[in-house]
């Protein structure tokens, strides 16, 4: 073994599924203690080459040595045998058990005299694992189905960091993790790179990746395009590797400011996860809810869109009343809505794009509200996906065989099929590559200019930032604070959502 | 191995018409042994024709060969009682309504899984029949005569063979049930909402469909289905007991069952079900003139239906 061997080096790595290459000669190498990055935009192959590390999914062709000895990983149990380990979203949770029970799932509970589970125990090295990622507001013993979806990914990463591995892969770990959460979680991997072990991350969040990485792998079209240092590369250079094309921003610019008219306004809106709330919108205007997850804002968006118990306060579209029943009313007002999760709220997976598009609009793609038009909805569900560069066969095809970002685009499609006059959107750009992510704000961006009134729910700092006009602060179930996004800094930001006053905040 | 899974069933119906026209060349292949298949299938079509329509939203109904056995005896009750034919089967059939409408108020205004609603009623709806009846077939004079004529008549087709051959009344109703629901599904919002509602309830939720009313009305139509179903055997058999429908729930879910085997994503279509209800019929059909043991046709009926629903699985990803 040379002492400079990397600690994994996986090169010429084929893989192809029905004769369709989802990697064709990738190279990846990681040195001991560093952080490396695995970039690329849905479909590059990142997810196939993890898997082929993990031992899920056999490549066809693959050189892999870990400290310059080849191995071959032919299951998930000799991928942990040599030092790795995998955190990702879909990762197996059994949600009745306790977050101890789940910390240590596939690996032996430590006993009394060789028969008898010794829960203290247990608990305690469970707490140690979590205390490691400083979290002390989540009780080992209390059941994993009882904590939201942040915390449930940090009892993931706590349990992967049980015991001491070489190499970490994780993917997309921040994604349903709040700024602070991410920022814990990023101090135990400085931790680990310390001491002498690596990770290789996997984000759609460059502002992460940049700060956070020491090097990087960019995939494309199953290729390795490039691997280097990330001191010596910009955020547009590395986003221009990945997508093939120069972007000029991230974030389109509005065409044009907010109107004067208001478009939506809540008084006293108050529902069983709701305090007092009030704000208006006016038609253009991009207003950002932050805050830390589970602090109201999805009782706020699900109280506009008519699927919570209202038990106070009054709502205006335009300048009419607006008392939504349930959300077959709202979608009659003109009040859109794209939700957290796409897989789960949606999308109808297994049923073709244009029927998933037409959904909430039967009404008027349909003769008489009754009888259904096939080609004249799937006519119109081209021209919508054609002008938001959806990527797909054809109208006809299941959403379920769609990439990430173009399920999140026919999400969209759905949304502003209607010529919505409030879009409520939830995490819009989740999981979603660079390129559609552009897309997405270009939609956004489209409907503003025609006059609707935007609330976006995100935890993508940036985005907010970069997207909105206003953004409004929830804690605990109401608006503390709004503020003019332009100029605002990210650590603002973080800083309104825990309700610090340091200084710093935008006036 | 996609192809085994869609046409598998297909391919399998297609081996049990050759079986029997080689077996039975005299009978089996005959145009008046086909029309006799489509009476003797026809209170089975109806009713699973009603099933598609809630498993189509991933729901089922366990209650309806109760409802049928439910339907003939309310209506046969009624005519014992002088009451006009019209008024009885009318009645019947609102029975029938009101019974899938109480399915529907139960598992979506409740919120009840339709295994143990539907499991429920079942045993209450054949408690009611045997309490209305006494427990008592009712036949002979009690039942009109052109009650139990009227699944003995059809419209002449002409003669074959020097018989005179008749499109059973029985099978032009089931013909017009399976139209009326493959319009239903397949050519209507309604339909399209149900199909959404199967395949992501809180996505068609969201979506501003509206799910409770929709279920609601989806179990109507099935309870509405069976009791037509339960009308037609008390028709065919001119009388009516508490039991008699009782085999009526299982052979339309393993025909719907059959079904989903051919359709793309294994969601029940119309008439993929009809094709179901033949091949069982067939089966019967063919194997009754065979003189196969009938406690061995059902062994027979229970491995065609794991053999098909077990092909459709193989293939599909596992984890």
Redesign the interface.
Same mark, same amino acid.
């Given at each position: 073994m040379a002492p400079s061997a990397p600690l994994l080096s996986a090169t010429s790595v084929t893989k192809a599924y029905a004769g369709i290459p989802a990697l064709s000669g990738a190279n990846l190498v990681v040195a001991p203690g560093e952080i490396h990055a695995l970039m690329g935009e849905n479909g590059a192959g990142k997810s196939t080459l993890i898997k082929i590390l993990a031992g899920v999914v056999s490549p066809d062709t693959a050189d892999i040595k870990i400290n310059g000895t080849p191995v071959s990983i032919e299951s998930t149990k000799s991928a942990y045998r040599l030092g790795l380990r995998f955190i990702h979203q879909e990762f197996n949770v059994v949600p009745t058990l306790s977050v101890a029970e789940n910390i240590f799932m596939g690996r032996r509970y430590p006993r009394r005299a060789g028969i008898f589970v010794d829960w203290a125990d247990l608990n305690r090295q469970a707490q140690r694992a979590l205390d490691r990622l400083s979290i002390d507001h989540i009780d080992p013993r209390q059941n994993l189905g009882t904590l939201g979806l942040g915390d449930q990914m940090l009892v993931r990463i706590s349990a992967a960091l049980l015991d001491d591995a070489k190499l970490y892969v994780m993917d997309e770990p921040t994604a349903a993790l709040t700024a602070d959460e991410s920022q814990r979680l990023f101090r135990v991997l400085r931790e680990i790179r310390a001491s002498g072990s690596s990770v290789l991350y996997v984000s759609h969040r460059l502002d992460e990746v940049m700060t956070l990485c020491d090097k990087a792998t960019v995939l494309r079209d199953g290729r390795s395009i490039d691997s280097g240092a990330l001191t010596n590369i910009t955020h547009d250079d590395l986003v221009a590797l990945m997508i093939g094309r120069k972007v000029e921003e991230a974030y389109p610019k509005a065409v044009a400011a907010p109107r004067d008219t208001t478009v939506f306004a809540a008084a006293n809106l108050v529902t069983p996860g709701l305090k007092p709330t009030s704000f208006s919108l006016r038609e253009g205007e991009i207003l950002g809810i932050a805050g830390l997850s589970g602090s109201g804002q999805s009782e706020l968006i699900r109280a506009i869109f008519g699927d919570a118990r209202m038990t106070s306060g009054t709502m205006a579209l335009g300048n009419a009343p607006y008392v939504p029943f349930s959300p077959a009313t709202a979608w009659q007002s003109g009040v859109a809505y794209v939700p957290r999760e796409r897989r789960a709220e949606g999308l109808v997976m297994r049923r073709p794009i244009y029927e998933n598009i037409t959904l909430a609009h039967l009404k008027s793609q349909s003769r008489a509200g009754t009888w259904l038009t096939p080609n004249r909805e799937k006519r119109f569900a081209a021209e919508l996906g054609a002008n938001m560069r959806l990527k797909a066969v054809g109208p006809g095809q299941d959403v379920i065989e769609l990439s990430g970002g173009n399920q999140q685009k026919v999400v969209f499609a759905k949304a502003v099929a209607g010529d919505p006059r409030l879009l409520l959107l939830e995490e819009p750009t989740r999981g979603v590559d660079v390129g559609a992510k552009f897309d997405i704000y270009s939609i956004i961006r489209e409907r503003t200019a025609k006059g609707a009134g935007v609330i976006l729910v995100s935890s993508d700092l940036p985005e907010l930032i970069g997207l909105c006009d206003r953004i409004a602060i929830m804690r605990d179930g109401a608006i503390t604070t709004v503020v003019d996004a332009a100029g605002l800094r990210e650590d603002d930001l973080v800083n309104l959502c825990y309700g610090r006053t340091t200084g710093m905040v935008a006036q | 191995m996609v192809f085994i899974r869609r046409y598998g069933t297909l391919i399998g119906f297609v081996a049990i018409l050759v079986f029997f026209s080689v077996m039975l060349p005299g009978t089996f292949p005959t145009a008046r042994n086909w029309l006799n298949i489509t009476q003797q299938t026809s209170m089975l079509m109806v009713v699973a024709a009603g099933m598609t329509i809630v498993m189509v939203m991933g729901d089922f109904d366990l209650s309806v060969g109760s409802a049928a056995s439910l339907a003939g005896i309310v209506a046969a009750l009624m005519m014992a009682a002088g009451q006009p034919i019209w008024a009885a089967v009318a009645v019947a059939l609102v029975v029938g309504l009101l019974g899938g409408a109480f399915n529907g108020a139960m598992v979506s205004l409740v919120g009840i899984l339709p295994f143990i609603a539907t499991l429920a009623t079942m045993t209450m709806f054949s408690g009611i029949a045997f309490v209305v009846s006494g427990g008592k077939t009712i036949s002979g004079r009690a039942i009109p005569e052109d009650f139990g004529n009227f699944a003995r008549a059809g419209i002449p087709l002409g003669e074959w063979g020097g018989v005179a051959i008749n499109l059973p009344n029985l099978s032009i109703i089931a013909i017009v049930v399976i139209l009326a629901v493959w319009i239903l599904l397949?050519?209507?919002?309604? $339909?399209?909402?149900l199909?959404?509602i199967g $395949?992501?309830m809180?996505?068609? @939720?969201?979506? $501003?469909?509206?799910v409770k009313r929709l279920r609601l009305i989806a179990f109507s139509l099935t309870g509405l289905a069976a009791a037509a179903g339960g009308l037609m055997y008390a028709s065919r058999v001119a009388s009516a007991n508490p039991v008699q429908g009782s085999g009526l729930m299982l052979n339309a879910i393993a025909a719907v069952f059959l079904g989903t085997t051919m359709s793309r @994503?294994g969601?029940p279509r119309i008439l993929a079900t009809v094709v179901g209800v033949i091949v069982l019929g067939v089966l019967d059909n063919g194997l009754t003139q065979m003189s196969v043991d009938s406690y061995i046709r059902q062994v027979l009926v229970g491995a065609l239906i794991l053999v098909a629903v077990g092909a459709g699985s193989i293939g599909q990803k596992r984890r």
């Amino acid at each position: 073994m040379a002492p400079s061997a990397p600690l994994l080096s996986a090169t010429s790595v084929t893989k192809a599924y029905a004769g369709i290459p989802a990697l064709s000669g990738a190279n990846l190498v990681v040195a001991p203690g560093e952080i490396h990055a695995l970039m690329g935009e849905n479909g590059a192959g990142k997810s196939t080459l993890i898997k082929i590390l993990a031992g899920v999914v056999s490549p066809d062709t693959a050189d892999i040595k870990i400290n310059g000895t080849p191995v071959s990983i032919e299951s998930t149990k000799s991928a942990y045998r040599l030092g790795l380990r995998f955190i990702h979203q879909e990762f197996n949770v059994v949600p009745t058990l306790s977050v101890a029970e789940n910390i240590f799932m596939g690996r032996r509970y430590p006993r009394r005299a060789g028969i008898f589970v010794d829960w203290a125990d247990l608990n305690r090295q469970a707490q140690r694992a979590l205390d490691r990622l400083s979290i002390d507001h989540i009780d080992p013993r209390q059941n994993l189905g009882t904590l939201g979806l942040g915390d449930q990914m940090l009892v993931r990463i706590s349990a992967a960091l049980l015991d001491d591995a070489k190499l970490y892969v994780m993917d997309e770990p921040t994604a349903a993790l709040t700024a602070d959460e991410s920022q814990r979680l990023f101090r135990v991997l400085r931790e680990i790179r310390a001491s002498g072990s690596s990770v290789l991350y996997v984000s759609h969040r460059l502002d992460e990746v940049m700060t956070l990485c020491d090097k990087a792998t960019v995939l494309r079209d199953g290729r390795s395009i490039d691997s280097g240092a990330l001191t010596n590369i910009t955020h547009d250079d590395l986003v221009a590797l990945m997508i093939g094309r120069k972007v000029e921003e991230a974030y389109p610019k509005a065409v044009a400011a907010p109107r004067d008219t208001t478009v939506f306004a809540a008084a006293n809106l108050v529902t069983p996860g709701l305090k007092p709330t009030s704000f208006s919108l006016r038609e253009g205007e991009i207003l950002g809810i932050a805050g830390l997850s589970g602090s109201g804002q999805s009782e706020l968006i699900r109280a506009i869109f008519g699927d919570a118990r209202m038990t106070s306060g009054t709502m205006a579209l335009g300048n009419a009343p607006y008392v939504p029943f349930s959300p077959a009313t709202a979608w009659q007002s003109g009040v859109a809505y794209v939700p957290r999760e796409r897989r789960a709220e949606g999308l109808v997976m297994r049923r073709p794009i244009y029927e998933n598009i037409t959904l909430a609009h039967l009404k008027s793609q349909s003769r008489a509200g009754t009888w259904l038009t096939p080609n004249r909805e799937k006519r119109f569900a081209a021209e919508l996906g054609a002008n938001m560069r959806l990527k797909a066969v054809g109208p006809g095809q299941d959403v379920i065989e769609l990439s990430g970002g173009n399920q999140q685009k026919v999400v969209f499609a759905k949304a502003v099929a209607g010529d919505p006059r409030l879009l409520l959107l939830e995490e819009p750009t989740r999981g979603v590559d660079v390129g559609a992510k552009f897309d997405i704000y270009s939609i956004i961006r489209e409907r503003t200019a025609k006059g609707a009134g935007v609330i976006l729910v995100s935890s993508d700092l940036p985005e907010l930032i970069g997207l909105c006009d206003r953004i409004a602060i929830m804690r605990d179930g109401a608006i503390t604070t709004v503020v003019d996004a332009a100029g605002l800094r990210e650590d603002d930001l973080v800083n309104l959502c825990y309700g610090r006053t340091t200084g710093m905040v935008a006036q | 191995m996609v192809f085994i899974r869609r046409y598998g069933t297909l391919i399998g119906f297609v081996a049990i018409l050759v079986f029997f026209s080689v077996m039975l060349p005299g009978t089996f292949p005959t145009a008046r042994n086909w029309l006799n298949i489509t009476q003797q299938t026809s209170m089975l079509m109806v009713v699973a024709a009603g099933m598609t329509i809630v498993m189509v939203m991933g729901d089922f109904d366990l209650s309806v060969g109760s409802a049928a056995s439910l339907a003939g005896i309310v209506a046969a009750l009624m005519m014992a009682a002088g009451q006009p034919i019209w008024a009885a089967v009318a009645v019947a059939l609102v029975v029938g309504l009101l019974g899938g409408a109480f399915n529907g108020a139960m598992v979506s205004l409740v919120g009840i899984l339709p295994f143990i609603a539907t499991l429920a009623t079942m045993t209450m709806f054949s408690g009611i029949a045997f309490v209305v009846s006494g427990g008592k077939t009712i036949s002979g004079r009690a039942i009109p005569e052109d009650f139990g004529n009227f699944a003995r008549a059809g419209i002449p087709l002409g003669e074959w063979g020097g018989v005179a051959i008749n499109l059973p009344n029985l099978s032009i109703i089931a013909i017009v049930v399976i139209l009326a629901v493959w319009i239903l599904l397949e050519q209507t919002t309604f $339909g399209r909402r149900l199909y959404a509602i199967g $395949g992501n309830m809180e996505a068609a @939720h969201l979506s $501003g469909i509206a799910v409770k009313r929709l279920r609601l009305i989806a179990f109507s139509l099935t309870g509405l289905a069976a009791a037509a179903g339960g009308l037609m055997y008390a028709s065919r058999v001119a009388s009516a007991n508490p039991v008699q429908g009782s085999g009526l729930m299982l052979n339309a879910i393993a025909a719907v069952f059959l079904g989903t085997t051919m359709s793309r @994503h294994g969601e029940p279509r119309i008439l993929a079900t009809v094709v179901g209800v033949i091949v069982l019929g067939v089966l019967d059909n063919g194997l009754t003139q065979m003189s196969v043991d009938s406690y061995i046709r059902q062994v027979l009926v229970g491995a065609l239906i794991l053999v098909a629903v077990g092909a459709g699985s193989i293939g599909q990803k596992r984890r």
